[in-house]
């Protein structure tokens, strides 16, 4: 006999809902990381009140607890020193012989499409430290990024 006739509800073979996974390590961010964090947490708050169905509350109180432990464990960075790339600092450096910027943020806030990289990224990890005129090692290379410059992002940091 098929299992679709002996099975008395479809929800006997949904996969499972899992918590949204926390990143492991500190949970540092920028001033702008925490504000968004604070207003996301507002946000779904607000949508949970008006939820239209349980199903629909449930998806968004999950969403909540992720962000509502983002928030409560998060780390506001102080501004890096000129010159030494941190938690938001506007780097610009040279790979392969392109120039190009971003700026390093915390998991959350990070944006690759509007240059803000998280810290924990493969290249925020080989920046990250670093001074203006070093060289640092990325993609196996020991001299593959040349940094040009590191200031605090207003933006980031306001």
Known sequence: MSVAFRRESDDEHKEPEFELPIPVGANLVTPRGARLLGEEVARIEAAVAAAPDEEARKKLLRQLRYFGTRKATAEVQAAPADGLVGI??????????????????????????????????????ALMGAEAGEAVAFQGREDAIAILAATADAEVMA
């Open 88 to 125: 938001g600092s506007r780097v610009a450096y040279r790979l392969n012989g392109t120039e190009r910027s971003v700026t390093i943020v915390g998991h959350d806030e990070a944006d690759p499409a509007a240059h803000r990289i998280a810290f924990t990224a493969p290249l925020g990890r």
